[in-house]
């Protein structure tokens, strides 16, 4: 059977077979289970860095509460900044395009706000300003209240969207959020990813995350 | 349907009876039938489904996401897991036990996807789920090639189809990185000449050509499978030249050809064209699979025939829900075909019989 394939892969079916004979099976397991932990290892370790040096930044959240089939239940972090008047943004991106997000820290309050998006790569320097890495996943509009004028907005996503908790308690952190005022602390690094580093209720640090 | 194998044993008496088989070629026969015995299979098959349960468990353990156990010391526990998967089949390779090694490795393999999972859960990692699929499906390709293991490269080859279908979905364009990763497998099989995984990766392949003729910018372009299809039969027919060694191949590209067209003939019917085209697809389609069921007739091919016949079914419902305008013009449709595909009968018959009479004047001489 299939001696076509056969023909075709001898040349160099063979020197595989052969070299993956001489090393033998417990220095081939070793290598597959060493190389499969330092991907988890290095996976790690970029977060951990990334929550430890990042800047911290804290935005407002609109929760809402799905449940991840294998990753269990999550909190969907709806951001404030998660949509942005079109007339901060230069260009025009599109669906998929990555931006660049300036947030910049109001005199009044803590919640940092965009002030720009564009799609080259910025450079953060401004002590008050921090520059985020966003996808664009859609248009929209919004309404302001004072003057009733709907603007165009942009959707972004940070990745940085879902708060995992354990089992069942999804609902009751939802409960407990409903009138209260949700913050999340974000740690955000040069290249402009942002990672949840804690959460906020009521301009009060609760459920800070231990590094491991 | 019988297996082959018991269609041989039930002929076996009969054939020593007519002098056709010794009696110690029979009995080599039925050893050599019964060293791949079905209750082996089965535990073969049991062990698979085990491994693929156990590496459910685990991602449903991540799921969960208990608090009662420190998340370090969750990573540790499934990274030992994953150590001892591995390490077990060592063992069992070692012990000549090589299915069971098979199903460890792929334990392994899943139990490395649950870290990964695990680790986006404990940094809320949302960033890109495709790439943690891409990942995974890496590390599934490193034990496939490390163990020569199939269903590593199996489970690698359906991730990669996830991840490709994530991205396709993202980009609504084609997703042009499947075709290496594809490749990554299908070498893989050759490798270790997993003749039974070929069907599915052609499979996976067919499936991405149809997905990417859909979402190609300005398509739908039903020409792309049927050309692909087309590309498939010739090199199967040329393939077929080269001599019975080339066998399986030569199937494998005939039915994928055959069913990438019939499938890109259907999808251009379903897609509204004007009257005048929909009759042509029709004609094409009805004459091609009749023209499929005496090539299968003729090289004695019974999948391909069958595929044919369910073709022709599928065909023949959809013009009838197509035409459903009164019932007298359905009435009509089928009175037609059925008088055509009757005189076809009758022709294939006559076909039949001067082919035999051929045969019987070449033995008689």
Redesign the interface.
Known sequence: ?????????TG??RP??SF?DRIG??P??V???L???A??GS??WD?VTL?KTGREVVVDVVPVDPR???????VILNYAISQIDLNDVEGEPK??DVVYVTLEKPSDGNAWAPVAAVKEKQVQNAKHQVVVRATVTGRSSRQIEETKERVKTLRLKY?????????GKGKVIEKQITDKKIQVVWAVNASG?A??KALMVDGVRVYD??L? | MLTTRKRVLQGLDRWREAGWVTEAGAGEIRRELSAGHPLLNFSNTLAILGAVLIGFAA??F??????AI???VR?AML?SA??AA??G??WL??RGYTKFGEAAVLT?VGL?GA???L??????????PNDAVL?WAC?AV??G????SAPSFVAALLLFGLWSAWETS???NVHWWFLPAWGLTA?GF??I?A?KS?YFSALALALWIVVSSFVLPGGPYHEIPIICGLIGLLLSAV?GH?GQ?????EHLLRYFGAGLVFVGLMSWQLDDPSLQVLIALAVVTLVGLIGAMAWAGKVDDRKLMWLAYVGFATELLFLYFKTIGSLLSTSLFFLTAGVIVCGLAVLAMRLHKRSEQATKVEVAS
């Open positions: 059977m299939s001696n076509l394939i056969d023909e075709i892969s160099w079916r595989l077979h993956l099976i417990w081939l397991v290598v597959v289970a190389v499969q932990t991907v988890l996976m790690i977060r929550l991840s089939l294998f990753r269990g239940d999550y669906r998929g990745g940085a969207e879902r708060y995992f908790v354990e089992e990813t990672a949840v995350e231990p491991y | 991602m449903t991540v799921a969960a996401n208990w608090s420190p998340r370090l990573v990274v994953l150590w591995y390490g089949a060592g390779f070692s392994g490395f870290n990964i999972m680790i986006a859960q404990m940094f809320h990692l949302d960033g890109n990942v590390g490193l034990a090639f490390a163990f020569r993202q980009l609504n070498v050759a490798a000449r003749t070929y393939v080269l060694e080339a066998d399986e191949v």
